[in-house]
């Protein structure tokens, strides 16, 4: 089937008892048994819920895998993808991962033996270098926040295939209508449905897909084992918005794009980072591994006051943390998401005080460029 056609169905069908056509919220923490040892497939909350295999397996289609994992959030996800290592096992990460994966790596699982490579995972060349006897995974994140940065991902999965490695993408950034890892080989992908994937602001969610059938029975072992499940309530409102992902994406991307063209052409915006621009570094792998550039747009300014003032002054947008919802936002990464990051490690990447982040909403694309004009006459 089509996207929009698994969107909307895949995972679901009307309810066996009443005919219901949406997916009803299980709100239950157990079943009864029929007997002894009998039960309906359902035994405890934790273990499995009937709103929350829907959306798994509507999220799985979605992405071309064969199984989904849903979890109480991005990060919860990503707990379980690294409880599949073990103490003295070597993780290679993309050097600048989304901050809470690199605070969770690198404050907590390294407590507990891991050891990690921060690698700039767009040239493979220093992926392939970093490998040791002991790596087991490549965890990467493409494009990154907020420099949206490309890797390769047929690239990492060669290499991870060459050396036996747990191949893992978190792709929050593009949803699985833009791109989807497990078709170049990727063994995981992995996402914050809080973000593009509920697209509402009002869930937090994660989700692990795979094709691999000795993956998903270790990662399910784990989902019940540590715990870090959603609730049906919220699988319930993510599974309403996956049917209408591809008219989201679809409206975020034609924003982005004329955000990303009228900041090229403003002569207060000194750069301007969107992987659709033709002047972006990785734009010829984006048009091969994606099907669209997405909705997120960064700009450089020029200085932390330039930022600030810009910050202070638009309208429409709201000044927030998150992304990927239906309305705009806009984010100062310094003085918010990346306020943990050594500034000698954030300006290796370019994340310098004049920059701030878009996150292009649904609105009217005209309502949102001049909310961006007006703002940037004040800077
Ligand atoms: C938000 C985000 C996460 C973490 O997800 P939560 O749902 O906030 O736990 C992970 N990766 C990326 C790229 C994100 O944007």
Redesign the pocket.
């Known amino acids: 089937m089509g996207f929009q056609t698994d969107a909307i169905h895949a995972g679901q069908q009307p309810d066996p008892t009443t005919g219901a056509v949406m997916m009803p919220i299980y709100q239950t923490s157990t079943y009864a048994m029929e007997e002894l040892g009998k039960h309906k497939g359902y035994d405890y909350g934790r273990t499995i819920n009937p709103t929350r295999v829907a959306l798994e397996k509507n999220i799985a289609a979605l992405e071309q895998g064969k199984h989904g994992l849903a979890f109480a ?3 919860a996800a ?1 707990t379980a993808v690294s409880m599949l290592l073990s103490a003295g096992d070597h993780v290679i990460v993309t050097n600048n991962v ?1 901050g ?2 690199f605070r969770y790596f690198d404050k907590v699982m390294k407590r507990y033996g891991l050891t990690f490579s921060w690698v700039d995972t767009s040239d493979l060349a220093q992926v392939r270098a970093a490998v040791t006897p002991a790596t087991k995974m490549i965890f990467v ?1 493409t494009p990154t ?1 907020p420099m949206l940065n490309l890797t390769d991902l047929d690239g990492i999965a060669a290499i991870g295939k060459e050396h036996n490695l747990i191949t893992v993408c ?1 792709n ?2 593009m949803s699985p209508y833009f791109q989807r890892p497990l078709e170049f080989g990727i063994d995981l992908v992995l996402h ?1 449905t ?2 593009y994937i509920n697209g509402h602001s009002d869930v ?3 989700i692990v897909v795979t094709r691999s059938d000795d993956l998903h029975t270790k990662l399910r072992f784990l989902q019940n084992a540590v715990g870090g499940v959603p609730g049906p309530m919220d699988c319930f409102f993510i599974l309403r918005a996956t049917k209408t992902l591809a008219l989201r994406m679809r409206q975020h991307e034609i924003g982005a794009r004329e955000v990303a063209k009228f900041l090229a052409s403003h002569p207060k915006v000194q750069k301007v980072y969107y992987p659709g621009l033709p002047t972006h570094p990785h734009h010829g792998l984006a048009k091969k591994q994606m099907s669209g550039f997405g909705g997120m747009v960064s700009a450089e300014l020029g200085s932390l006051e330039a930022g600030k003032r810009f910050a202070r002054s638009v309208k429409l947008f709201a000044l927030a943390e ?2 990927g919802g239906v309305e705009s936002l806009l984010c100062h990464p310094v003085s918010m998401t990346h306020g943990s990051v050594p500034m000698e490690e954030r300006l290796k990447f370019g994340l310098t005080d004049g920059l701030v982040r878009f996150s292009v909403g649904c609105e009217d694309v005209e309502d949102i460029i001049a909310d961006i004009k007006q703002a940037l006459d004040k800077v």
Request: charged share 15%; aromatic share 10%; net charge negative.
């Open positions: 959030s991005g990060l990503t989304y809470g994966t994140e926040n978190d929050t950034f914050s809080t973000k937090i969610g994660g998150s992304l």
